[in-house]
C-alpha cells in the first residue's frame, strides 16, 4: 500500500436551545476510516446543514468527512473553543463541563480519547433508552429520521457511550494485522507452532519492520521480519502456544502489541430445538433454561420510547425477566387483577386487550412456553377494588365479578392452543380482605409449608400502564413482613373457579 | 361383534352432527374382542390434524378367520349405509368409521369403493364437500404455524415444505379424495373449496394431480393472485413428474407471462433457470424444457412496449434482474448454446440498464432490508455466482457499453452514493463492499464478450476510471484484510464474503492474460497503488 489511509468520519448530534443560535452538544464521534483523499477539504453531509432526527427530541446530526488533521482539529475546537466552521459558518455549541480520558488497550497503546460528561441529567431521557438509540442508528424498517449515513454508528455501542456518560469520541486510527496459526504446525490441544499473518502498511524501504511472539508469560517464542513486497510474516515459534502476545516493531520501536488466543478445538453445543414460539411482537424464542439469580429495580414510562411497540416490547420483557426471576410458582397480588378486557362488540369474546395487558400476558406466555409449561401463576386480587374498574353488560345475568372472570378464562385459553391456560397455568383468586398495594412473590413449599419470597414492589396496576416501577424488596425484615402479611391473604383466598361453581 | 350393527346404528340416529372423534365415542361402547380393538391415545400433539389423535378401529389380520371377520365388517358398515342412505351426516359419520378402519393395506380402499358404489356419485360428492368443509374449519385449528393463507409462491411452496414435517398418514386424505376421484387426481375446479394445509399434504405426501382442462385454461386470466400462485407452486412442486402437468401448454405460459407477470410468470421463469443449473434438470422425464420453452416464447413473442415495461419495471434485485437477462439471453441464441449479444433488441436495451440502475440507486432501502433482517446476510446474492449470475453480469456489461443510458456521470454519482457506507459498521460496509464488488464483476465481464469497437473499449476505460477514483480505494483495504486475499495458503471454504472476491480475482487474471489488458493498464496499476498484499490474481 503506496497510501495510507486518511480519512475520517466526524458524527455530531446537538439539541436547538429556544432563543438562541447555541447548539447544546449532545454527541461528538470521530471514527477513522480506510479511506483516502488528497484534499484537505471538509465534505459535510448536506451541506452542513442541520438534520433534523427526531421531532419529539429535537435532536439534530451534521457528518463530516475529512482527512486526519481536518478531522483532529474540527474535534478539538468543538471541545475545548466551543465552536466550530461549518461550510463557511461558525456554529457556537454549549459543551458541558467534561473530564478527558485517554482510554489505552491493556498494552497501553492508545485506543481512544473520550470525553466524560460531568453534568447530571445532562442527556435527553429518551437516549438513556436502549431501543431509542438502536431506532436512531438506523435498526428499523418503519423508522426513517435515524442518523444518517445509516450504521455509522452501531446501534448498541451508541446506548453505551451514552450509559457511561461519554459525551465525546475521538477513536485512534489502527493498523490492520491478521494473523492465525499455520494449519500444517499445529496440533489440536497444544496450539501452533507457526503463526503466518498480514500487516497492512506503507512500507518504507529504509525501515525495518519484525512481529515478535510471545507466550501468555511474555516470554519470547519467536521473531521475524515482514516481507515488504506483500505485507506476509510467518513466525516459527520454539515452542507450541494456543496464545499470547504478538507485537509490531518499526526500526526497533514497538507500534502495536495484540494479545491472542487462536481458535482452536472448538466443540459445538448444538441442542436441537423441538419448537420455537413467535411473540405477540414477532420475535421467536426457543426453549432454554429459565433461571435468573438477581432482578435489578427497573423504571419504565411509555412516553419515553419513541415506538409504542418498542415501549411495549420493553415492557413485556421486564414482566418476562420478572417471571423467570420469581418461578416456577409465582404469586401475584394485583388489587384489580389483570384489568379490564374489553368485549369485542360482534362475538362478546374478549379477544382484544389493552396493549400492557397484551405484554403482561404476553410475558406469561414466553414463560410458560421457554420453561416447558412448568410454570404457574396465580393471580390474586380484591373483588372490592376491582369492581369499580368493570363496567356491566346490562343484559348478563352473571355478576359483575363472574363476568370478569369468565373473561379472563376465554381470553387466557385463546391464547396458547392447543394449551389452555385457565386454570391449569394461570389462575385467579378473591381475596376478601382489602389490599392496596401491588406485590409479586416466589412461593415455595418447604417439608409442607408454604411460604412466600423474593417480594417485588410494583408501582401500578396491570390494566392501562403508562408508567410503572419495578422494585425488589432488599431489606431483609420489610421482605419478611410483606411475605408474611400476603401469605396469610393467600391462604384466604379463594380461587375463582370456586367462585364460578359455587 | 353381533352387537356392531345395533351399537352403530343407535350411535348413528343419536348423532346429527358429524363426529370426526367418533371412534373415541365407540371405545366406550362397544366390548373389545379378539378381533376388534381400539387405538387411542390421549396425547395433545399439535403435528395431528386436530391436535390429538382421533384413534382406530383395529381389525385382526393375519390368521385364517381375519378374511371373514374383515367380511362382516365391511358387510355390517355397508347394511348401516343402506339404512342410514338418505342421512347425510350419518353417512359421512359412516365415511369417518372406515377411514378409521385399520386392518391390511388395501383393505380401506376396497372398503371406500364399496361405500362409493353403494350411495352413487352425487351423494359421493356432497359428503366429500361436507368433509371438505369441516376440515376447513377444524384442522389445524390450534396450530397457529400452519393456520395459514399462503398468499405467494413462496409462501405456498413453504407450506408444501411444512406439509413435510406433519402427520400427513393421520387422516388417509387421499381416501377421502377417492370419493370424487378413482385416481389421486383433482380437477382444478374442487380445488379452491380445499383448504391450503390439505392441499398441501395431498401434493407433497400422497402426490396428488391436479388437471385443468381447456375451459380453466381459457379462465385462468380471471383467476386471483392467491390461486395462481397456487399453480405455480403446484407446478414448481412437479416439475420432475411431466404427468402431473400435461395440460401445461403455450397458452398458460402466456397468461403466466403477460396477465401474471409479477406474482406468477416471473417466479416460475426464475425457478426453472435455477433448476436448470442441477444435475437432476438433464434427467429425460424431466418436465423443465418443454415448459420453459412456452415460457420463452411467450416472452420473445411479445416484446411490445407494454409488456417490456410490464417485464422491465421494478425489478427486485438481482433475482428479477437475473430472470429478464436469461429470458433476454435466450432469444438471442443463435447455435446450439452460442448467443449474439449485438442481437439484443434495441427497444430493450436502456430500459434494462436504467431498472437495474434504479434498483441500486437507493442503497439505504437495500441496507435497512439487510440489517432489520436476521436472516439476510447479503444483498447482492453473490451465493448464485455461477454460469446464470455470470449471464446477467456479462448482459448488463455489454449494455452499458453499447448503451448510453448509463453515464459516466451517472455511475460516478452512484459510486458516491455508497462510498460513504464504507464509513460505516460492519453490515453497511458489506453492502458498500458488495456494491464494488458487483461493479467490478460487471466491467470484468468484458472477457466474455468478443466483438467490440474501439468506442466501447474507451467507454470501458472511462466507466473503469469512475470506480477506480470514487470506491476503489476503500475497498482494496477493506477486501485485503480478509484471509483469502492475503494468505496464499488460504485453506478455508468460500463463504458469502470471500465468493466475490474469488471472481474477481479470477476474471483480474484473465483479463490480464486477454488481449483487453491493454485498455486494462490503468486499473491494474491502481489496484497496485492502493493494495499491500499480493493478490490472488497475481500468484
Known sequence: MKTAPNMNVLLLLTQKICNTKEEKLIFLFKKPINDYSESDSVYWFRNGNPIKLTGKLSINQRVAFCNDKEAESIFNSIIDENATDINGNKVIFQVPNVTRKEIRDPNLILSSVSYFCNVLNYYPIELQIKENCNLLCGYSIEYKNCIKPIGILPPLQFHTYIQSNQIAINLQRKKCISFRGAHTASVQGRGSKQIIGFVQESFDNKKKYIIKINNDADEFKGECAIDTSSGLFKVDLSDYIASGKLYYYINGKLNMCIDFSLVQDIVLNINIITNTMTDAYGRSYHRTNLSRDCMKPITWYKSNYISVNDAYKALSDIFYHLFSYLGPDIIIFDPYFIGNLPDNNATKDPITSPESQKAFINAIGITLFESVFTFKFTICGCPKRAKSQVTKDSGCELTIMEELYNKYQKYLNKLMPPYKLYPKYVNFFEVDDEFHNRYYFSKNIINGSTSLSKPIIITNSIGNLKEVDVIPVEDESQANMICSKYLSLLSAAKSINEVLNG | MDNLYGVLSEYLDNNTMLKWNIIIDLASQIPISNIISFSIHNKVDYRYPFDYDLGYICLEEGNNESESVLTYYSDTLLALTDRFIDNHIALCNIFIIILRSSSRSDYKSEMVNMFVNKIGNDRSKSIFLTLIDSLSEELYKQNNNIKQNPKNVDEWCRLFRM????????????SIIMLVSQKIRLDFRCVPKIPPIIRAILIDFYGLEIHLNQDDIKELDTLSENEISFIVAYIIENL???????????????????????????????????????????????????????????FSNHLTDANISLWFTGLEFPEDCITISILILETIKVDGDEYNLSLIPENIRSIFCNSIFQSLIKPETLIRKLITDENSTTVFNFFTLDSVYQNFLTVLCYLLLKDDSISKKKLKDLCFKYRKYFYCDYDT???????????????????????????????????????????????????????????????????????????????????????????????????????????????
Not at chain 2, 163 to 174: E, F, G, I, K
Open chain 2, 163 to 174: 406439509a413435510t414435517y406433519l402427520d400427513s398418514h393421520a387422516l388417509s386424505y387421499n
Open chain 2, 429 to 539: 460496509l458489506r453492502v458498500a463492499e458488495e456494491f464494488v464488488e458487483f461493479v467490478l464483476l460487471v466491467l470484468l465481464s468484458i472477457i466474455q464478450i468478443n466483438g467490440l469497437e474501439d468506442k466501447d473499449l474507451e467507454k470501458w476505460k472511462d466507466l473503469v476510471s469512475m470506480v477506480t477514483d470514487t470506491v476503489l480505494y476503500p475497498y482494496i483495504v477493506n477486501a485485503e484484510e480478509e484471509e483469502y486475499i492475503w494468505n496464499p495458503e488460504y485453506e478455508l471454504n468460500m463463504n458469502y464474503t470471500t465468493l466475490p472476491k474469488y471472481y474477481i480475482n479470477l476474471y483480474l487474471r484473465e483479463l490480464f492474460k486477454s488481449s483487453y489488458s491493454v485498455i486494462a493498464k490503468d486499473l491494474f496499476s491502481k489496484i497496485s497503488e492502493y493494495k499491500t498484499a499480493v493478490w490472488p490474481y497475481e500468484r
Open chain 2, 240 to 298: 420432475y413428474h411431466p404427468e402431473a402437468l400435461e395440460w401445461f401448454n403455450p397458452e398458460v405460459a402466456d397468461s403466466l407471462m403477460l396477465t401474471h407477470w409479477n406474482y406468477g410468470g416471473k417466479k416460475l421463469v426464475s425457478r426453472i433457470i435455477l433448476e436448470k443449473t442441477k444435475q437432476q434438470s438433464k434427467k429425460p422425464q424431466s418436465n423443465l424444457s418443454p415448459i420453459y420453452k412456452d415460457l420463452i416464447n411467450s
